[in-house]
């Protein structure tokens, strides 16, 4: 349970009737007898104008610069809440970092069920890893913390709030170039997480860790992966059942998992080794791992459907174009577009729609740019989803991967080929109605 009278050292008061909470929200929608909130200043308005609905549903208390019952107040919500959570952190003896251009939440559940650890829900903001902290910090089992970013500087706040004990970039690749501008300034601002708050490179073992893809950025970091990586899986073997390989002696099997997948386990088992934790036990807790739907969710069937529609950009779709090829039967791409990739979105999205032509035997896309993503160019997400229902066979292995646009209205999406989830949810009912 979290006290509110724990907020006192950043606190001015805490009113008598403020109790003790199972969670903290910063959207006064989850506000509830259980989940206290938290009035944050926002893009259009500040949190303070939501704090009697969040008392109305009976929040224990709130965190706030107002005086109104239930309040802990304070000069500074936002300050409050990211000093808190920076104290609570200091009680847990292992906190993992995790970043990249792709494959954060995938490395960040093997990482986690590896270290039998909390680890963060799907999102990722400033102000949900300071609930996170808050409400886990004082645990005794290790935090993993995915932390991603979408500007120039955002990084550097991310390091100071979480004060990773271990920091991981898993790929580096053309991901928010809108506001970063180039893959080497991604590089730049992701690496802030290799290092501590004074800017020194992470110490122990290993403190600092980078997937093979993304070393050529940080020389001298350690690496992780396959082949000549510092901490390095062997015999490594992919089919449509999932991948095999060995580390430090031990045998790992990951049921429907692809190469990606099997290099966050590589990562989990050389944290584990470090930490001192059995690693028979750490490769059985990965075998059980369930990623989030929408990354690499394989569901076989009459037809079989890879689920990678959580979001893309040109290096998380190569993989999963990868990963396709290797199965047998007929292969069908399913692209959608990527946002946020600049002045350069069509050239990359050309270099994709290649990739998958060279790699799937039928290429489908849909949106603004769809003829550079498939052969077959559908201009809303609808007159795709007709084409491939009617065409779909059985035996067939689907991939379906596009960037979200989630702010966007369903309306948007559709017209915009993003958020493909739907699709995936049309192929699943279809798979069922054939089996």
Known sequence: MLDPHAALPFAAAVHPLARPAQRLTWDSREASPEVAFVALPGEKMHGNRFVEAALAAGAPFVLTDLDVERAVRVPDAQRALFDWARHERANNQLVVGITGSAGKTTAKSYVAAALDAHFMPVFNTLPAIACFLIELGGSHKPLVVEMGIDRVGEMAELVDLVRPDVGVITTIGATHLETLGTVENVAFEKGHILRDVSGQPLRGSPGALVGAQAAAYFSGTPTYGFGDATFAGKDLHVTP???????????????????????????????????????????????????????????????????????????????????????????????????????????????????????????????????????????????????????????????????????????????????????????????????
């Open 241 to 435: 059942e999932g991948a095999t390989f060995t580390f430090a002696g031990q045998t790992v099997s990951l049921p429907h998992a692809a190469t990606v997948q099997a290099e966050a386990a590589v990562l989990g088992l050389a944290l584990a080794q470090a930490a001192g934790l059995p690693l028979n036990e750490a490769a059985e807790r990965m075998a059980a791992v369930q990623v989030p739907g929408g990354r690499y969710r394989v569901y076989p069937g009459r037809y079989t459907v890879i689920d990678d529609a959580y979001n893309a950009s040109p290096i998380a779709v190569t993989a999963a174009l990868d990963a396709l090829s290797g199965f047998p039967g007929r292969r069908v791409s399913v692209l959608g577009r990527m946002l946020e990739l600049g002045e350069t979105e069509r050239a990359l999205h050309a270099e994709v729609g290649a990739y998958g032509r060279a790699k799937a035997d039928v290429t489908y896309g849909v949106g603004a740019f769809a003829a550079e993503l498939g052969e077959r160019a559908y201009r809303t997400v609808p007159e795709l989803l007709a084409a491939l229902l009617a065409d779909t066979q059985d035996g067939d292995v689907i991939l379906v991967k596009a960037s979200r646009g989630i702010s966007w209205t369903p309306e948007q999406r559709a017209a915009e080929g993003v958020g493909l989830d739907t699709v995936v949810g049309a192929l699943l009912a279809g798979q069922e109605e054939k089996g």
